[in-house]
């Protein structure tokens, strides 16, 4: 079975400072990866996703993450954040071979952007 | 067009009431999915339908729990006999086609006292 694995469960920064935000995953063998993003009182939200091709995938508003096959990881970056990045932030991964596409969570990581 | 919506956004059960939890999909999204989420933790998968068929009720923590999507639109998951640690927010998600992007609803913030 697939365990996804966000190393860190709170992230404080600065605003405009980078951001790195850990996620490995236990499988070998072919997966899709997800982040997926949750503010207060709201539904999770996909923010970006690696299904194929370029290992480097980028979201609209400044997020990008890189799948590493050899590391089983896809963390996601940000080179400059701001306050309204703060939110939870959450990885998930689904196996090619599974049929219905259901996803594996991590633990999620609270990103707090302060001022 | 609208999202994914849920009802009741919250619901307090005594122990060892049921409830029933609502999910309105996208309208023609095929897929549908509950996933449970536990406070402080990621979601966690409970069951999968592909239109009216339920193809997947691995997660489903015990027979207490029961879905439902019979017209392959609308789905219930209904919890018998709720125990305390049944306490969580309830998401559902659909998808347009089979291992399509997965949308979410806002919830439902079960309470079992």
């Known amino acids: 079975a697939q365990s996804v694995t966000q190393l860190d469960s709170q992230v404080p920064v600065f605003e405009e400072a980078p951001v790195e935000l850990r996620c490995n995953y236990s499988?070998?063998?072919?997966?899709?990866l997800f982040w997926y993003v949750q503010y207060p009182n709201q539904g999770l939200q996909l923010l970006l996703k690696?299904?194929?091709?370029?290992?480097l995938v980028e979201s609209i508003n400044g997020f990008e993450a890189e799948f590493n096959k050899s590391q089983t990881s896809f963390h996601l970056r940000k080179p400059s954040v701001h306050i309204s990045d703060t939110a939870e932030y959450f990885c998930?991964?689904?196996?090619?071979?599974?049929?219905?596409?259901?996803?594996?969570f991590g633990g999620g990581t609270r990103l707090m952007v302060k001022p | 067009g609208a999202g994914v919506s849920q009802s009741p956004r919250y619901k307090v059960a005594k122990r060892g009431q049921d409830v029933a939890l609502r999910c309105d999909p996208i309208?023609?999204?095929?897929?549908l999915f509950w996933y449970q989420q536990a406070l402080g933790q990621g979601p966690e998968f409970l069951t999968y339908?592909?239109?009216?068929?339920?193809?997947?009720k691995s997660g489903l923590p015990s027979d207490r729990f029961f879905a439902e999507r019979p017209e392959g639109s609308v789905s219930t998951l209904k919890i018998q006999r709720t125990q305390q640690e049944d306490s969580a927010v309830y998401l559902c998600?659909?998808?347009?086609?089979?291992?399509?992007?997965?949308?979410f609803g806002p919830g439902t913030r079960l309470t079992v006292t």
């Open positions: 998600a659909s998808s347009y086609v089979i291992r399509g992007e997965q949308y």
């Open positions: 499988s070998s063998v072919s997966v899709y």
């Open positions: 690696y299904l194929s091709g370029s290992t």
């Open positions: 998930a991964v689904s196996d090619w071979d599974n049929a219905g596409n259901m996803l594996t």
């Open positions: 309208s023609g999204h095929v897929s």
């Open positions: 339908f592909q239109n009216e068929a339920q193809l997947d």
